[in-house]
Every structure is written in structure tokens, then in C-alpha cells.
């Protein structure tokens, strides 16, 4: 089986893991995790960082650094991961989910626009207090207009760059946008420290509530007296020193990843019926964190049927996001807005999208192999 996504550990990480315990600073006090924290606040242009436990919990410690008043609503993607949604409603906040883009399969940009104006400008709506911008699978969301938009009404952004590393928009490091921005290191990621997350500002009082709130909200000189309930979320020193050790080699594997999307494109271009990654937008080239496609209509099979054909090839894939207005948690939870929003782009990516095997160390014979059954497989499904 040809594996989907796997990282590449054979730089320094064996190394500065050995300097760990050579030194007995595995715990989150060691010094790669100020190294960590230091070097990707200087790629993404911000003032300050906190490496934490994973990408979810950087996702909840950014909505609890805002201290948005229960009930608040949060506009964010419906295509997306369930964390983004989980962070929201974790927090006492109301999600107000935006369709998908056709061609980037991020945010709709015209979308929002209409969802605020029809929010905040025809019904009144004050409880609107946040966007969330998630940037997805390789291309990011166009972020000028969607702060102007945030600046008209006053709201505040959370950037999520989970799957952006390396990745810039008009020539700015994604995660340097917006009042918080935050990164996930899970092994699929582009710099893994097996599990691990950051988020990041430039906002000095953030910065103090994410110090805090990170760390159990000890006070100093009276650690054990607690004014507010924080978290443990610590990244541990071992795990920083694999961060510190990725990133000395991101650039290698951001062109990597381009040489492998461009390589897919290459190959199935002239595939009828799917819908390969789009390339490039006037803002940014696609980093092709993962290779997404999408059947066309006259595909006679969905993405779950393609995906088991090429499973029997030895295929490995994965299925696109579940659109987060049809989770069933969500529905059960009765937290989903009423409004009557439609959402027809995500639930096509959802029902007839998947991505092909995309790790880092995928050889060029196996992406022909991979390419080479898609055209097959999808020949063979008819119309």
C-alpha cells in the first residue's frame, strides 16, 4: 500500500533529541522550546509564540485569549476540521459556518462578505465577534479582503495556518496574520513534532493571556493562587527539539511538496472528470500541503467508491473534510445557527473529494503508479 502522508525525520532531529537527554531537559522548561517558539515567530513576521500540546488546543487557547461573552458568534468555514468548531463552542461561542470556495476550497470571500452585510447591517446581529480564516489543504484564504471586511464591522480574527507552513499570501508568511494565528505539528503536517501546536500575535496583552492561560495560570510569586482556570497545554522540550530540527529543512520541503503537486498535475491533466488542485490565485502559488482532487458529475461513483477501487490497487487516500453544518455531534448539540444559509460547494467536496498519497517522501515512480490508477480507475467507472 502506498502510504498518504508521511513525515521525513533524517535531518537533525536524532541529534538535538540525544542533546535532550544528555542534558536532562526533556520537560517543557528546555531550551529547544524557547528556540522553537523563537524561530517560528521570526518566519512568520510575529512578536510572539507559544508551542503547545497540539493544533486543537492551539485552536482553544486562541478563542479563550480573546475572551469573547458567551454567546458570541464566530463566522468560520463549514468546510473545515471539526476542531475549529469544537474551539468555538468549548469557549460558549455560537459558529456561523461560510461555504467553500469552488476553486480554493477555502472560505468564500463574497460569501462572508454577504453573510456579515446581511448579520450585522439588516439584522443587527451585535453578537457577531470573530472570523476564523482557515487556510486549506495548500492554497490560503484571501485574507485582504476578509480583514477589511473584519476591520468594517469590528470583529476579530483567528488565522488558522494549520497546514501553511512555509506558505505565504502576497509575499507575507501565512500565520502573520490576524489578532492570533495558529499552527498544528501533527505528523501529516509539513513540520511534525509528532504532536504539537503554536499559536502566535503580535498583540503584547494576547501574549500575556496565552503565557498564562497555557500554564495553569500560576501567578508570579504566588504560583499556587489561581485568579482564573487555565490549561496544561506545555509542548515538552523533546518535542521542540524535532520542531527545531524540521524547520531547518522547510524550505527543502516546501519545494518538495510543489515538485510532487506539479508532477500530479502533470499526469492527470488530460484525466476526464476530476478536478485536480487549483495552482495558483494573483495571491499566492498552492504549497500542495495535500494533493485534493474532486470527481466530476459524470463520474458514475462518489469519493467513498473511488477511493475503495484504489484501495484494492494499493492505493492509500483520505476523504475530503465533513462539512461541519452536517456533523451529527452538532446537530444533536442543537448549537447550529437557524439561518437559513445553504451550503452546496462544501457538500460536493465532501461527497466527491479525496486527496492521494502526498507525503514527503513519496518517490517519483510511485506518484506515476498513483496517477496512472486514478486514470484507470476512473476510466473504468464509466459515466
Known amino acids: 500500500m502506498i502510504p498518504v502522508n508521511e513525515p521525513l525525520l533524517d535531518g537533525n532531529e536524532g541529534r538535538y533529541l540525544q542533546e535532550c537527554i544528555d542534558s ?26 507559544f ?64 453573510l ?6 439588516r439584522q443587527g446581529n451585535r453578537k457577531l465577534k470573530a472570523i476564523m480564516a482557515v487556510h486549506t489543504y495548500g492554497l490560503p484564504v484571501d485574507m485582504d479582503p476578509l480583514l477589511v471586511l473584519a476591520d468594517r464591522y469590528g470583529l476579530k480574527v483567528i488565522e488558522d495556518a494549520a497546514e501553511m507552513h512555509g506558505q505565504s499570501y502576497r509575499g507575507v508568511a501565512c500565520g502573520g496574520f490576524g489578532d492570533l494565528s495558529v499552527f498544528s505539528f501533527y505528523p501529516n503536517k509539513l513540520v511534525t513534532t509528532g504532536e504539537g501546536g503554536m ?37 515538552s522540550n523533546l518535542q521542540a527539539a524535532v520542531g527545531v530540527a524540521q524547520l531547518e529543512r522547510l524550505d527543502m520541503f516546501v519545494a518538495r511538496k510543489r515538485a510532487m503537486g506539479a508532477r500530479y498535475d502533470a499526469l492527470l491533466a488530460d484525466c476526464n472528470g476530476l478536478q485536480l488542485p487549483h495552482a495558483r490565485t494573483d495571491y499566492a502559488d498552492n504549497i500542495y500541503w495535500v494533493y485534493g482532487v474532486v470527481l466530476g458529475d459524470e463520474v458514475a461513483t462518489d469519493a467513498l467508491g473511488m477511493m475503495g477501487r484504489l484501495a484494492e490497487r494499493g492505493i492509500g487516500t483520505r476523504p475530503f473534510f465533513w462539512p461541519m453544518h452536517e456533523q451529527p455531534v452538532l446537530q444533536r448539540m442543537g448549537t447550529l445557527p437557524t439561518d437559513n444559509y445553504r451550503f452546496p460547494v462544501a457538500e460536493r467536496l465532501a461527497r466527491r473529494g479525496f486527496y492521494l498519497p502526498s507525503g514527503i517522501a513519496l518517490s517519483e515512480s510511485q506518484i506515476e503508479e498513483v496517477s496512472s490508477t486514478v486514470v484507470a480507475e476512473i476510466a473504468k467507472a464509466g459515466r
Not at 478563542?63 to 469557549?91: D, H, K, Q, W, Y
Not at 456579515?116 to 447591517?121: C, P, V
Request: glycine share 6%; net charge negative.
Open 199 to 235: 499559536v502566535l500575535t503580535d498583540d503584547p496583552l494576547l501574549a500575556e493571556r496565552c503565557r498564562s492561560l497555557r500554564n495553569l495560570c500560576f501567578q508570579p510569586g504566588r504560583r499556587f493562587v489561581h485568579e482564573e482556570l487555565g490549561y496544561n497545554f506545555r509542548m
Open 116 to 121: 456579515l452585510k446581511d448579520q450585522i447591517e
Open 24 to 49: 536532562g531537559w526533556i520537560s517543557s522548561e528546555g531550551p529547544f522550546v524557547e528556540r522553537f517558539e523563537a524561530e517560528m515567530a521570526a518566519r512568520t513576521g510575529r512578536k510572539f509564540a
Open 51 to 114: 508551542a503547545l500540546t497540539n493544533g486543537t488546543t492551539a485552536l482553544e487557547l486562541a478563542m479563550a485569549a480573546l475572551r469573547l461573552e458567551p454567546g458570541s458568534m464566530v463566522v468560520m468555514p463549514t468546510f473545515c476540521i471539526i476542531s475549529c468548531v469544537a474551539a468555538v463552542i468549548r469557549n460558549g461561542c455560537i459558529p456561523l459556518f461560510v461555504d467553500a470556495d469552488p476553486l480554493t476550497w477555502n472560505l468564500d470571500i463574497e460569501k462572508l462578505a454577504e
